[in-house]
């Protein structure tokens, strides 16, 4: 779990950008989950898609934009 909501939304980013940059390469969501994110983030197949589907990048701008 995250420390705080920055953090989550950082750790989402990175594992979409690396889910990005895989499918690029023509390989699927799944093999992407079990040989890249499960065992680096220790997180459910559930997790991995819900963090697939957040808009992190939109809300950690407001996030950051709230701060100011």
Known sequence: MAYN???LLT???EI???T???KKKGVT???VY???IKD????SIKTFNNYLGVNAKKELKE???GKE
Not at 40 to 43: A, G, S
């Open 11 to 13: 750790r989402i980013i």
């Open 34 to 36: 079990n040989n890249l």
């Open 16 to 18: 979409q950008n690396i």
């Open 29 to 31: 969501q799944i093999w």
């Open 63 to 65: 996030l950051e934009k």
């Open 40 to 43: 680096r983030f220790n997180i």
């Open 5 to 7: 909501r920055k953090n």
């Open 20 to 22: 990005l940059e895989q």
